[in-house]
């Protein structure tokens, strides 16, 4: 009878135990969709509109524009009841060049996380009037850097209220960080790593905004996704409709606020979405700015923020990344393997494909030549299988092992001939090469398309980046091939192509019958 009644009992409780689990993850979406549903255009203008305004004349640093601008942040943080981030809770930390960091600090609720801290920042100063170091004229003229960087300062802002809002606190603690001194060579970010408000041993992750206001074509540099292993497919899980394209840059240039964090091995991540004519001009102004693309952008950042605060763990740096960081590196990465030889040799006329393809064209020493095929021929078959279209037939040749044996019809015979044709090269069933990417655990690299075969048919591109075949992610490119040499059917692949993840169906993959015994020609 006790083991009788055990059974239920157990399950009952398991369903128990998973309704309080499905509870709580059901609040945490809610909450997540709450936060960045409080990401809105009318707020971000809000702060752009007295950031960028002429009367903080350029906020550069150390100057009465530039202390307003700290000021106005002060208040905000105040407002939205967030403790200072500074010495002794100060929400501010003074910079040797007169200016000044505005610091604020979430602290995390985990009992074995809470001393973690990601760090996410902007730098809220900008030129001043402009002079001939700093300014690409003319200068003398209020220069209100409504793009460099009232941007990524009202986007951080909007973070900052975000976070506020939270029914609980990330189980990581965030610090936010409003950099001063970024335009004359990363002062304040500089003096922060040299002299910092929360022990560096502490730090887990740098994200930094620097000119996110001026979304084009969807498009957002991304920059650091190399300095930890798994960044890329992080960032692209995050990036949902309607989804950005993520330009992921390999080279890391010291000319903004996350590069004092990287030269001291933390992970970092900037989003930037690109330069412009306005760049250090007196016109780069509030009006120029896209709030709906800020908004967007902001709400990415927000979403990987949240995700890295509340993760059982973040990844650790990758040294690796140090010798990767030039476009030379990435284009040897990148560098598509050379168009594969055909392995047949001919062509047909794409008007006839009634019963079987009719031959145009044989290419001088191609393997169809040597096989003694020509113009007029008609291949009924090919290894005994048939094709309903031309791309069906592209598939069986590049699938078939060699030699293989075509059923011709002649032109003037009424009898069709079994021709053997030694192809070129060595079969390949789906029709595409990858290359591994030791960043990138559990993805690859394309690197080759088959022209017409079932990957092209698919939709694969060269660039493209496989994460699951079939419904299952592998950890190896063997794990993948095995999980390809299974299928039989249809079948689908997910894939990562400029940040945005993608299904896409596979189909028609070759199978072949006995093949008959060949007649010669």
Do not use: C
């Not at 140090?322 to 040897?332: F, G, N």
């Not at 075509?406 to 001939?417: E, G, K």
């Amino acid at each position: 009878m006790l083991r009788t009644h055990l059974i239920p009992v157990l399950a009952l409780l398991a369903i128990h135990a998973d309704s309080h689990a499905a509870e709580r993850a059901n609040e945490k979406n809610s909450a997540l969709a709450d936060a960045l549903a409080s990401v809105n255009a009318t707020d971000l203008r809000r702060h752009a509109d007295f950031l960028a305004a002429d009367t903080l004349e350029g906020r550069a640093a150390g100057s009465r524009g530039g202390q307003a601008a700290g000021g106005y942040l002060i208040d905000q943080l105040r407002q939205m009841k967030l403790h200072g981030g500074g010495i002794d809770g100060a929400f501010h930390q003074a910079v040797p060049s007169g200016g000044r960091n505005i610091l604020a600090v979430v602290p995390g609720v985990d009992p074995d996380l809470r001393r973690e801290v990601i760090v996410v920042g902007a730098h809220y100063d900008h030129v001043g009037y402009g002079n001939s170091r700093n300014s690409n004229g003319p200068i003398g003229l209020i220069h209100n850097g409504a793009d460099d960087n009232a941007s990524g300062t009202a986007a951080l802002l909007e973070i900052a209220e975000a976070l506020s809002r939270l029914p609980q606190s990330p189980r990581r603690t965030i610090l936010l960080a409003w950099w001063d001194g970024e335009e004359d060579g990363l002062l304040g970010s500089k003096h922060w790593v040299a002299n910092p408000t929360i022990a560096k041993d502490r730090l887990r992750l740098m994200l930094n905004m620097d000119m996110v206001g001026r979304l084009r074509n969807d498009r957002v540099e991304v920059t650091g996704v190399r300095t930890a292993h798994g960044f890329r497919r992080w960032i692209s899980q995050w990036n949902d409709e309607p989804v950005l394209s993520l330009d992921f840059q390999w080279e890391i240039k010291g000319n903004s606020d996350h590069h004092p964090f990287y030269e001291t091995g933390v992970p970092i991540i900037m989003f930037h979405t690109g330069l412009h004519d306005d760049y250090h001009r007196p016109s780069d102004d509030v009006e120029r700015l896209s709030f709906g693309g800020m908004e967007r952008v902001t709400r990415l950042m927000l979403a990987l923020l949240l995700d890295a605060a509340n993760a059982d763990k973040v990844p650790a740096f990758r040294s690796a990344s140090r010798r990767e960081t030039t476009e030379y590196a990435r284009r040897q990465f990148e560098r598509p393997l050379d168009a594969p030889a055909p392995r047949l040799g001919l062509a047909w006329d794409a008007k006839d494909t009634t019963g079987g393809l009719l031959v145009k064209a044989v290419d001088e020493g191609s393997p169809a030549g040597r096989a003694g095929l020509r113009p007029g021929d008609r291949i009924l078959a090919l290894n005994d299988a048939r094709w309903r279209h031309e791309d069906e037939f592209r598939a069986l040749v590049w699938a078939a092992a060699t030699p293989a044996r075509m059923l011709v019809q002649r032109a003037m015979s009424d009898t069709p001939i079994v021709v053997p044709v030694e192809l070129a090269g060595s079969p390949v069933r789906l029709g595409m090469a990858w290359r591994v990417d030791e960043a990138e655990p559990g993805t690859v690299f394309v690197v080759q398309v088959y022209p017409g075969s079932p990957a092209a048919q698919a939709g694969i591109q060269l660039g493209d980046r496989i994460q699951a075949a079939a419904g299952r992610e592998f950890a190896t490119s063997d794990d993948l091939l095995g999980i390809i040499a299974g299928q039989a059917g249809s079948f689908e692949l997910r894939i990562e192509r400029n940040g945005a993840v993608k299904t896409l169906t596979v189909s028609g993959l070759p199978t072949f019958p006995a093949p008959p015994e060949a007649t010669e020609p």
